[in-house]
T-cell receptor, first 115, second 115 residues
Framework: GAGVSQSPSNKVTEKGKDVELRCDPI?????LYWYRQSLGQGLEFLIY????????KSGLPSDRFSAERTGGSVSTLTIQRTQQEDSAVYLC?????????????FGPGTRLLVL | AQSVTQLGSHVSVSEGALVLLRCNYS??????LFWYVQYPNQGLQLLLK??????LVKGINGFEAEFKKSETSFHLTKPSAHMSDAAEYFC?????????????FGKGTKLSVIP
């Protein structure tokens, strides 16, 4: 596709359930980022992938959060035992690395609501 | 760690008036600076960025920003506001993490344009 796509666009779940959020980056983009956008915290970095490896997981808020990327393309962010404070919009971005000067291209996000 | 401060969480201007959105950053090294725009229920779109070279940067939709190192600022301006400019604007700095160039965002400024 032409841009970054994310699915589902909206997800409502009950506290304690696991959820999986998917990101399809722009074809050829080797770098992939996950961010979280919430009312209280603004936009926060979660994790970075270069190819299939994740050299920077420093933004993951707890061990309930994990992510993987397969084939250097699709990435899945998994939240286990969801809590109400996990409610947020989860944004994915992809790019071709250029020592920090690169533009990150964002998907439309997945809006997660934990009841 | 670097940080970004956006003065004013909400700015209102009349259609045709000057738009000025303020951004200050803290950094011990020359940063890469970005302005992104987010329309309702959409992802972030790059307006403009400063990496090196000319300190006055022109972006899409008539926006521009000037990097002022002495003031640690990167304010966004547009001479004449249009109704379609109503959106949320985020200033960001590229920060080298544990092998990534994650973006650190300000809290955002919501721009309203009054007809």
């Amino acid at each position: 596709g032409a841009g970054v796509s994310q699915s589902p666009s909206n997800k409502v779940t009950e506290k304690g359930k696991d959820v999986e959020l998917r990101c399809d980056p722009i074809s050829g983009h080797t770098a992939l980022y996950w961010y979280r956008q919430s009312l209280g915290q603004g936009l926060e970095f979660l994790i970075y992938f270069q190819g299939n490896s994740a050299p920077d997981k420093s933004g993951l808020p707890s061990d309930r959060f994990s992510a993987e990327r397969t084939g250097g393309s699709v990435s899945t962010l998994t939240i286990q035992r969801t809590q109400q404070e996990d409610s947020a919009v989860y944004l994915c971005a992809s790019t071709i690395p250029s020592a920090g000067q690169e533009t990150q291209y964002f998907g439309p996000g997945t809006r997660l609501l934990v009841l | 760690a670097q940080s970004v401060t956006q003065l004013g969480s909400h700015v209102s201007v009349s259609e045709g008036a000057l738009v000025l959105l303020r951004c200050n950053y803290s950094s011990s090294v020359p940063p890469y600076l970005f302005w992104y725009v987010q329309y309702p229920n959409q992802g972030l779109q790059l307006l403009l960025k400063y990496t090196t070279g000319a300190t006055l940067v022109k972006g899409i939709n008539g926006f521009e920003a000037e990097f002022k190192k002495s003031e640690t600022s990167f304010h966004l301006t547009k001479p004449s506001a249009h109704m379609s400019d109503a959106a949320e604007y985020f200033c960001a700095v590229s920060e080298v993490g544990a092998g990534s160039y994650q973006l650190t965002f300000g809290k955002g400024t919501k721009l309203s344009v009054i007809p």
